[in-house]
């Protein structure tokens, strides 16, 4: 079969062979080709090998777009599996007031945080709300991200939830998107003391967001002062008999147990998880959960503490990493993500592609098309400036992606040839 595109002279390539999540230690083991070549059909990857095999067996036509890659490196586009990418406003103000001693839940109970977002947001078209998200998905892909999960929550009610649903399906960006409907995101200041109202609220939600499949997963803030263990419970609960996937916001200030009662439910992901315990990061191995943790948000929090990712690996489960973009984290470069996940974290760079890549696919279940360079899956490719990943741990603060090829067609190129 003809090809669409072939890459050849490619120093490195990164790949975890097999199918689903990469757990512990094999997530710093990848099988990495030297002197590498990839075809491209269709959108989807038709041939992985040596490059000279690949050039040799290749069935190349004078259509066929030839990229030398000369040495350089190229793994699999990233996966970004939790954002909160859609919203109005910005907070830079809140780093003074987290300066001088404020928490982040202080700043959420006085009504700043989420509620002031919330201000912003409500007053937003679908359709301003939808090209500001289409800005921040543009610049995620100039940092390789490929494939996103943005969820919803900065409406907290009927109205502005479904149109921050809306902004995301009416969104014309390249990327592959996953939706999440996180309306229990904080209790809004009308149903202030009564929270089990307002997770009424947004259950009477669910059948119309699954009618006109505007989400494709349901998440909820487990902690305190927002929602606890059992309501999370309700909601989450009421979600997967609409038929939504789950995900569930846990252990980021307080321990609620929330993870635990996610995992109970099947939920795909748990994040946050800087103060889950022995129990919790059981619970995530029996269930299969993917332990999702967001360096940069324990930054911008000025957090000394981290996640226990070095036993999560070690007790086999698959970490993912991602940026967490929201007002109070304002980052769509998962490339600073990584580097903070390795010299915060812990992570070997290895660690950190699985942790960029399969894992956060099979947190959003895309895990058998994106996330892998195999044959037969899609074909989001980065080519990088450098001759090996290290490199992008290691030199901060610079775009290390050169080529971003998204379904088999370069949609950015940075260096001349
Ligand atoms: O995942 N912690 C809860 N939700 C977001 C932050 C939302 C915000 O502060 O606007 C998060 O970090
Ligand atoms: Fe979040």
């Given at each position: 079969?003809?090809?669409?595109?072939?890459?050849?002279?490619?120093?490195?390539?990164?790949?975890?062979?097999?199918?689903?999540?990469?757990?512990?230690?094999?997530?710093?083991?990848?099988?990495?080709?030297?002197?590498?070549?990839?075809?491209?059909?269709?959108?989807?990857?038709?041939?992985?090998?040596?490059?000279?095999?690949?050039?040799?067996?290749?069935?190349?036509?004078?259509?066929?777009?030839?990229?030398?890659?000369?040495?350089?490196?190229?793994?699999?586009?990233?996966?970004?599996?939790?954002t909160h990418a859609v919203f109005g406003g910005t907070r830079e103000f809140e780093?003074?007031?987290?300066l001088k001693g404020a928490s982040y839940l202080e700043i959420l109970e006085a009504?700043?945080?989420?509620?002031?977002?919330?201000?912003?947001?409500?007053?937003?078209?679908?359709?301003?709300?939808?090209?500001?998200?289409?800005?921040?998905?543009?610049?995620?892909?100039?940092?390789?991200?490929?494939?996103?999960?943005?969820?919803?929550?900065?409406?907290?009610?009927?109205?502005?939830?479904?149109?921050?649903?809306?902004?995301?399906?009416?969104?014309?960006?390249?990327?592959?998107?996953?939706?999440?409907?996180?309306?229990?995101?904080?209790?809004?200041?009308?149903?202030?003391?009564?929270?089990?109202?307002?997770?009424?609220?947004?259950?009477?939600?669910?059948?119309?967001?699954?009618?006109?499949?505007?989400?494709?997963?349901?998440?909820?803030?487990?902690?305190?002062?927002?929602?606890?263990?059992?309501?999370?419970?309700?909601?989450?609960?009421?979600?997967?008999?609409?038929?939504?996937?789950?995900?569930?916001?846990?252990?980021?200030?307080?321990?609620?147990?929330?993870?635990?009662?996610?995992?109970?439910?099947?939920?795909?992901?748990?994040?946050?998880?800087?103060?889950?315990?022995?129990?919790?990061?059981?619970?995530?191995?029996?269930?299969?959960?993917?332990?999702?943790?967001?360096?940069?948000?324990?930054?911008?929090?000025?957090?000394?503490?981290?996640?226990?990712?070095?036993?999560?690996?070690?007790?086999?489960?698959?970490?993912a990493i991602a940026t967490d973009i929201n007002p109070n984290c304002m980052v769509?470069?998962?490339?600073?993500?990584?580097?903070?996940?390795?010299?915060?974290?812990?992570?070997?760079?290895?660690?950190?592609?699985?942790?960029?890549?399969?894992?956060?696919?099979?947190?959003?279940?895309?895990?058998?098309?994106?996330?892998?360079?195999?044959?037969?899956?899609?074909?989001?490719?980065?080519?990088?400036?450098?001759?090996?990943?290290?490199?992008?741990?290691?030199?901060?603060?610079?775009?290390?992606?050169?080529?971003?090829?998204?379904?088999?067609?370069?949609?950015?190129?940075?260096?001349?040839?």
């Amino acid at each position: 079969m003809t090809s669409d595109m072939i890459l050849h002279n490619i120093g490195k390539l990164y790949t975890y062979p097999g199918k689903g999540p990469v757990p512990g230690s094999r997530m710093d083991d990848p099988t990495i080709i030297e002197n590498a070549g990839v075809t491209i059909r269709d959108g989807k990857i038709s041939m992985v090998g040596g490059s000279d095999e690949v050039w040799k067996k290749a069935d190349l036509a004078e259509f066929t777009e030839c990229i030398d890659c000369k040495g350089k490196a190229v793994v699999a586009g990233f996966v970004d599996p939790h954002t909160h990418a859609v919203f109005g406003g910005t907070r830079e103000f809140e780093i003074s007031m987290k300066l001088k001693g404020a928490s982040y839940l202080e700043i959420l109970e006085a009504g700043g945080g989420i509620l002031r977002t919330m201000n912003d947001t409500r007053s937003m078209s679908v359709e301003e709300l939808s090209s500001t998200l289409d800005e921040r998905l543009e610049r995620m892909l100039t940092y390789g991200t490929t494939s996103v999960e943005i969820k919803s929550g900065y409406g907290l009610d009927v109205e502005t939830e479904m149109k921050l649903l809306k902004a995301i399906k009416a969104s014309k960006s390249r990327l592959t998107k996953v939706s999440t409907f996180l309306g229990p995101h904080a209790v809004p200041p009308e149903y202030k003391g009564r929270p089990d109202a307002f997770i009424d609220l947004m259950i009477s939600m669910l059948p119309e967001i699954v009618e006109k499949d505007l989400a494709e997963y349901a998440d909820i803030f487990c902690e305190k002062g927002v929602f606890d263990g059992e309501r999370s419970r309700r909601f989450l609960t009421a979600a997967r008999e609409a038929g939504l996937k789950l995900k569930i916001h846990s252990d980021e200030v307080e321990n609620l147990n929330g993870t635990v009662i996610g995992a109970e439910l099947g939920v795909a992901s748990a994040d946050h998880l800087l103060v889950s315990e022995d129990k919790d990061l059981e619970a995530m191995r029996i269930s299969g959960t993917v332990p999702t943790v967001l360096p940069g948000t324990l930054m911008t929090i000025f957090e000394e503490r981290v996640p226990r990712v070095r036993d999560m690996i070690e007790m086999d489960l698959p970490v993912a990493i991602a940026t967490d973009i929201n007002p109070n984290c304002m980052v769509e470069n998962l490339q600073f993500i990584q580097t903070l996940a390795c010299y915060r974290l812990k992570m070997t760079p290895n660690e950190i592609l699985a942790a960029s890549t399969v894992n956060p696919a099979h947190a959003i279940g895309l895990s058998d098309r994106k996330g892998r360079i195999e044959e037969g899956y899609d074909a989001d490719l980065l080519v990088l400036k450098d001759d090996s990943f290290d490199h992008v741990v290691y030199h901060f603060g610079v775009n290390h992606v050169d080529r971003v090829i998204l379904n088999g067609r370069v949609v950015r190129s940075e260096l001349e040839w």
